[in-house]
Each structure stands twice: as C-alpha cells, then as structure tokens.
C-alpha cells in the first residue's frame, strides 16, 4: 500500500484533554502499520513506513501517537481475537453483562470485528447490531449469525442507526476505542444513539499498566491511543458522559472495562472509580520522571533482548517466534530482529499464515511448523497469552525447547 499520504508525526494536543502539556517519551523511529503484512512477492520492495513517536500527556495520563494509519486501512484487516481461546472465554462473559445490562433492547458493538463477542450475546437471546469497516471481517460475522453494518462508526452513522435500529441501551467496543482520532466526535456520536438510560462499555490496556510493566510493544500506529482512567474521565466530561464503574481485567497485559452514561442522568459512580484514579496518580501517571524511567527501562530491555537472542545464535541454537501481532511487530522493528535472528514466526490466525512480518519480513507459518522444523527455542512475541502458547506447545517443551518472554523484562522459560 504506497499512497500519496504524508500525516504528521507528532501531535500538539492531547487527544482527550486537549492538553498541550505533553512530553515526547519514546521515538521508535519508522514502523510500517502493524498489521500491514506483506505478501511473497511483495517482499524486498519498499514498504509504507512512518515515524512512530509515542508522547504522553501530563495532565491526564494519556499515551498516543500521531494518527498515520493509511485511510481505508481497516477495510480489509487481519487481526480476529478468535484465535485465543481466552478471548472466546473473555467475551463469552462480556456478553453476559451487555445483555444483562441492556435488558432486552439493542446492543450495539462498534469494531465487532469477527462477531465473536455479539455471537455469545446472540445466544443469550441478546438483541444485537454490529458495526466495523472491515468487510473481510463482516462476512465472518454474518457466518456466526451476527447483523453488521459495514462502515466506520461517526456522527452520521450513528443518526442513521438511531433511526433504522432505535436507541440503543448499550453500546460496547472493546480494543477499538484505542484506534480512533477523534474520540471527541466518537464519543458524540455514541451519545447521540445511546438511550437516556443507557450505557457505553468500553474495554482497552489500562495506561497505568503499560507504563508499570514496560508494555512499549501496545504501542503502534493502529493505537492511536493508550488510555488511562483519567483520560477518559476527562473525555467524558467533554462530551457529557460520566464514568459510572469500572473492572479490572487481566486481558492483554491488564485492561479496564469502562462504564459511561449520559451525564444528564446523573448516575451515582462506584468507589472503585476513585480507588482506580487514586492508584493511577500514586503510578505517576501525570509525572515526567515516570515516562523518564519507563523510556530508560524500555531501551535496557531492547539492549537485553538483543544480546540475548546473538549469544543464542552464537552458540548455534535455532529460533522461532510464537505469533505474529500487532505488539510484536512493534518489538521486532524497533529492536530490528529480523530473518538473521528468526527463522520464522508461526500464528494461530489463518489470514496471516503465508504472509511476511511488516518491516521485518519474516514468514508466518502454522504452529503445525514448530514441530516440523523444531527450533531450540519461541521468542513469545504474543507474550499476553503465554500460559495458553505453553500449553498449545506442551511437544515443543516435552523436547527440550524453551520460551523466551520479552517482556517486562526478558527472561528464558524453563
């Protein structure tokens, strides 16, 4: 994808806050888009690269980075959840508490993606609409029994809804609210097809995590976005929407479930609103020494991951990498590990397999191909789901082979 496009690389304002109190906390220098993998005969010829800057708010605790992503990116894109089976498990009980909550009205799910999550509210006797601009995906979703409008969700989406479908009583995106530029307009949108009683569910990383375990990798051009509570507390009060309650998750390195409602309601907030804001500003998630230390640990931690896999490969060993996502690619172009230090990369997710790693080039085969080719060890690119790679690999381990987890720090495994 080589398109006349030249975005900016840095942003003045923060994103949700407007705040122009931001600090520039790492340069990773040019990244493709994260998910932009490419084919064998594309391989070699320039890639679509940008500058990926990651800069954080001082006043709110947001990390963001500048909105490069190629228009229509996500109409055809490659990444589904329903590759883990701990999201078929996490979505499952999402499901349940969107149709508890909407009690028989519409449930509306914005970047429903492969329909995964919708599909249990279905079964649920959920009253269900989807939206996402990605065809690809669409039809995957039809597949399950789930209704989708294709299109990117805005203000104008949003009335066209309310008008065909109703007020919805819940709205939910889970790890797209992260994706989008103006939240600001996104979430004036979602007011506006959400019922007076309504709720918004919003499920993304919590900022304060990434910042505490060295998470650098959550950070692509596809993320537009790394949220605090704080953040969106300060959005909300933008736009008319009150966090209501939040839920810790373990998902994806630690995420927080977001619960909004029209300020207008005036509905009452759980403690754990101010218990979770409390602890974010004890992380330091408004201070510059925090991100100063965050940037220092992460450049150790390349240094260390690095040095590591060459002293493997000097000693002869043979390396693979277990999945091919988002983060991932992140790791491997910023720390520029490529084919000289892994033979391949296997992933789960059939509409990667046969494609070459963004930047990197690096083949993504099955995980069929480890007991094939069977490398001394798997560098855990999708270290979020490790407890289910090992176990998915219990051959691979029976054999001999080790894990290598990059982060937070990198450690071998056993």
């Known amino acids: 994808m080589n398109l006349p496009f030249n975005p900016p690389s840095s942003r003045t304002q923060c994103r949700t806050c407007k705040s122009e109190n931001l600090m520039m906390v790492l340069r990773m220098g040019d990244h493709p888009p994260a998910n932009m993998f490419a084919r064998k005969e594309d391989v070699g010829k320039p890639q679509t690269a940008f500058p990926l800057n990651c800069q954080a708010c001082l006043d709110c605790g947001l990390i963001q980075v500048a909105d490069q992503v190629p228009p229509d990116f996500f109409t055809d894109y490659l990444y589904v959840p329903s590759g883990a089976a701990t999201m078929h498990t996490h979505f499952a009980e999402l499901a349940e508490v969107a149709v508890a909550q909407a009690d028989g009205e519409l449930i509306v799910d914005i970047g429903c993606n492969d329909g995964l999550m919708l599909s249990h509210a279905n079964r649920l006797g959920g009253r269900t609409l989807g939206v996402d601009p990605a065809a690809n995906l669409a039809k995957i979703a039809e597949e399950r029994g789930v209704r989708v409008h294709v299109g990117f969700f805005n203000a104008e989406t949003a009335k066209g809804l309310r008008e065909t479908e109703g007020p919805a009583r819940v709205i939910t995106t889970t790890n797209t609210f992260n994706h989008i530029d103006d939240l600001h307009g996104f979430t004036r949108g979602v007011l506006s097809l959400l019922a007076e009683d309504g709720v918004f569910v919003i499920e993304v990383p919590w900022g304060k995590e990434i910042l505490e375990t060295n998470e650098f990798d959550n950070v692509y051009h596809e993320h537009l976005s790394e949220l605090?509570?704080?953040?969106?507390?300060?959005?909300?009060?933008?736009?008319?929407?009150?966090?209501?309650?939040?839920?810790?998750?373990?998902?994806?390195?630690?995420?927080?479930?977001?619960?909004?409602?029209?300020?207008?309601?005036?509905?009452?907030?759980a403690p754990i609103v101010a218990q979770m804001l409390a602890e974010e500003a004890a992380a330091g998630v408004t201070d510059r020494d925090s991100y100063e230390q965050f940037s220092h640990r992460v450049q150790n931690l390349g240094e260390d991951l690095v040095k590591l896999l060459a002293s493997l490969k000097a000693d002869g060993k043979t390396i693979a990498?277990?999945?091919?996502?988002?983060?991932?690619?992140?790791?491997?172009?910023?720390?520029?590990?490529?084919?000289?230090?892994?033979?391949?990369?296997?992933?789960?997710?059939?509409?990667k397999q046969g494609l070459y790693s963004p930047g990197m080039n690096i083949p993504v085969l099955s995980p069929d191909a480890v007991a094939e080719h069977k490398p001394d060890y798997l560098l855990v690119l999708a270290w979020n789901f490790f407890d289910e790679i090992r176990e998915q690999m219990a051959d691979f381990e029976a054999r001999g082979g080790k894990f290598i987890v990059p982060l937070p720090t990198p450690k071998i495994i056993p």
């Open 321 to 351: 990498g277990y999945g091919a996502p988002a983060k991932g690619n992140t790791l491997l172009n910023y720390f520029r590990i490529g084919t000289e230090t892994l033979d391949f990369l296997v992933d789960r997710n059939p509409l």
């Open 228 to 269: 605090s509570l704080l953040s969106i507390v300060r959005l909300g009060e933008g736009v008319g929407l009150d966090v209501v309650d939040v839920t810790k998750l373990p998902v994806h390195g630690g995420s927080m479930r977001v619960f909004m409602k029209p300020a207008a309601a005036n509905a009452p907030k």
